[in-house]
């Protein structure tokens, strides 16, 4: 069994895994980032958006800008708002920032997956192609590996509560600039969207499978009602899905010397399910935040301090709204546009106490 030992160890190379170990590595420590993947950001399992903010990060994925949004509510109704972002190529994303990394120094390693800790001695169990095992010594560990995270899972924490997901690449009939959110009790715990790429669109849901066992029948009818207005093409180019944490931040965010980010730490936000930017953000800190408490300036705790006071007010709102309509869901209430409105981003009420 072979070993190693590095400042860092980075277990996923998703946005914040990829961040982390770039910051890190800029700040000359040394890391190893690990993906259990064959190829970074495959098979992509978002819808591909990011805010403005992330502009910089985008440039070598962008596709497309998008203007708005438009909300569509049970009754027809439709709101439209300046919802002004960047379509992504999720893929090319996470490898650009995964070059970025690789480029500051950081040691980069797919088809490796972590299969234990030994949290003691700070030293993760590792297995590469081909089953061989190997013992990474850290100094500090940092989780990016999404919502089911197997960091947590070694360290014996309670898993996240969490949403599924299902989306199709589907062709676009026409040139589209807004997104595009369905919000009904056809889709409990979620709703649907279409985002559009250039000449193709993701067209997805997200619910909570407990109130909704069945993704597919209700992608299917949105797709086939947005085939016949002719605004998507019946083909279906491609499948994706996955889990979205909704539960708000982890508790706890840093455990001794680990710190989760991302997906695996909480962040993405329990409404929209928007995740790629805080997932860039925390990875960043947590990258800083190792380097701070290794140069013997700081503590871990700060990455958790700073995670509160950038997310937690936004977060707890988005967790009390999702509770507030889990109650509703599959209720006459969940007819009514007043309650979708209480319930997403797009509308005042939702800010409203």
């Known amino acids: 069994m072979n070993a190693s030992a590095f400042d860092v160890l980075v277990v ?32 992509v399992q978002c819808a591909e958006f990011v805010p403005l903010t992330m502009g910089r990060y985008a440039k070598p994925a962008l596709v497309q800008r998008i203007a708005g949004m438009r909300s569509v ?32 120094g950081a040691m980069l390693r797919i088809q490796t997956a972590l299969k234990g800790l030994e949290h003691d001695q700070r030293v993760a ?3 590469g192609p081909e089953g061989r095992i190997e013992r990474a010594h850290y100094k500090v560990l940092i989780a990016a590996d999404g919502p089911h995270s197997m ?19 589907v062709p676009l009939r026409r040139p589209y600039e807004d997104t595009d959110i369905w919000l009904s009790d056809e889709f ?33 009818r949105l797709h086939a009602a947005l085939a016949r207005d002719e ?30 980010v991302g997906d695996a730490a909480g962040l993405t936000h329990p409404i929209t399910g928007a995740g790629i930017a805080s997932a860039v953000v925390s990875g960043e800190r947590a990258g800083l935040a ?29 967790v009390a709204r999702r509770e507030w309509l889990m109650e509703r869901w599959h209720t006459p209430a969940a007819r009514l546009d007043e309650t979708h409105k209480r319930g997403w981003i797009a509308f005042r009420e939702y800010f409203v106490r």
């Open 73 to 104: 509510l049970p009754s027809g109704t439709c709101e439209h708002s300046d919802f002004p972002g960047l379509m992504v190529d999720r893929a090319a994303f996470d490898q650009a920032l995964a070059t970025e990394a690789s480029r500051a």
């Open 125 to 127: 169990i590792l297995q």
């Open 188 to 220: 409990p715990g979620g709703y649907g969207w279409l985002f559009p790429r250039g000449p193709v669109a993701n067209l997805g849901l997200g619910a909570d499978r407990r109130l909704a066992p069945d993704l597919k029948a209700p992608l299917e």
């Open 12 to 43: 996923g190379l998703g946005p914040g895994g990829a961040s982390a170990a770039a910051s890190a590595a800029h700040a000359g420590l040394s890391v190893l980032a690990i993906d259990k993947r064959r190829t970074i950001g495959e098979p």
């Open 290 to 318: 190792a380097a701070g408490f290794l140069a013997g300036g700081a503590t871990l705790d700060e990455y958790a301090e700073d995670m509160q006071d950038e997310f937690a007010e936004s977060l707890a709102r988005a």
């Open 231 to 260: 605004i998507v093409g019946a083909e279906v180019l491609g499948r994706t899905g996955g889990s979205i944490p909704v539960g708000g931040l982890r508790v706890p965010l840093v455990c001794d010397h680990i710190l989760f």
């Open 151 to 169: 960091v947590a899972r070694a360290l014996g924490l309670s898993p996240l509560k969490t949403v599924e997901t299902r989306q199709y690449q």
